[in-house]
């Protein structure tokens, strides 16, 4: 059994575009994260929500909105794509208040091409 | 910014030897994490160590922490071709000021273990 899921695998997609990427998680866990991996394989944190409730925000642009309907899944929505928003974006999740005490445990990742 | 910065940047050695990654950040943390990716995968936790901890195992992995020089070190020993991927440091920190913590990555290191 997955433990971190992420559909879909691949994204390629045109500028201007609006696409979603979903994530679910089966191991009981109350946080959940988006990052992002960019060329040079610089991951950075999007958004962390706990039990649905967004904790962490990271500047990120408007047009990125994360939606969790339940604890254990979190989406990611994108509008009007640009070309740098190319990446590799990773759901992860772990337990309690995160990383404070626990490990993350990453999805398998999406690539986003955008052109 | 960065909080974690890795060297070196990639290491290349014969199986058996031993690989030595370093990491280093720049302010206090709760706890620091080692992750290793596998070559278009997602993250895997090697091994955490809190603040208060100066040394751990796990397996053939050794991390040491030194707080006073705000540094880390992961030991792989007897190295194995399956060991080669990038490794990761990620320091745990309080997320703006709320009791959730959150996951500041390091660029890694590409580890490539020659058969």
């Known amino acids: 059994d997955t433990a971190v899921s992420q559909t879909p695998k691949y994204l390629v997609t045109q500028m201007g575009n609006d696409k979603s990427i979903k994530c679910e998680q089966n191991l009981g866990h109350d946080t959940m994260y988006w990052y992002k991996q960019d060329s040079k394989k610089f991951l950075k944190i999007m958004f962390s929500y706990n039990n649905k409730e967004l904790i962490i925000n990271e500047t990120v642009p408007n047009r990125f909105s994360p939606k969790s309907p339940d604890k254990a899944h979190l989406n990611l929505h994108i509008n009007s794509l640009e070309l740098g928003d190319s990446a590799v974006y990773f759901c992860?999740?772990?337990?309690?208040?995160?990383?404070?005490?626990?490990?993350?445990?990453f999805g398998p990742g999406t690539r986003l091409t955008v052109t | 910014s960065q909080q974690g910065e890795e060297d070196p940047q990639a290491l290349s050695i014969q199986e058996g030897e031993n690989a030595t990654m370093n990491c280093s950040y720049k302010?206090?943390?709760?706890?620091l994490q080692w992750y290793r990716q596998n070559s278009g995968r997602g993250l895997v936790h090697l091994i955490l160590?809190?603040?208060?901890?100066r040394e751990k195992h796990s397996g053939r992995l050794r991390v040491t922490l030194d707080t006073s020089k705000k540094s880390s070190s992961l030991l792989i020993t007897a190295s194995r071709a399956a060991d080669t991927a990038s490794y990761f440091c990620a320091t745990a920190t309080n997320a703006g000021g709320t009791s959730y913590g959150k996951l500041t990555f390091g660029q890694g290191t590409i580890l490539t273990v020659h058969p």
């Open positions: 160590i809190r603040s208060n901890e």
């Open positions: 992860a999740s772990s337990l309690g208040q995160g990383s404070l005490a626990y490990e993350q445990y």
């Open positions: 302010t206090s943390i709760n706890n």
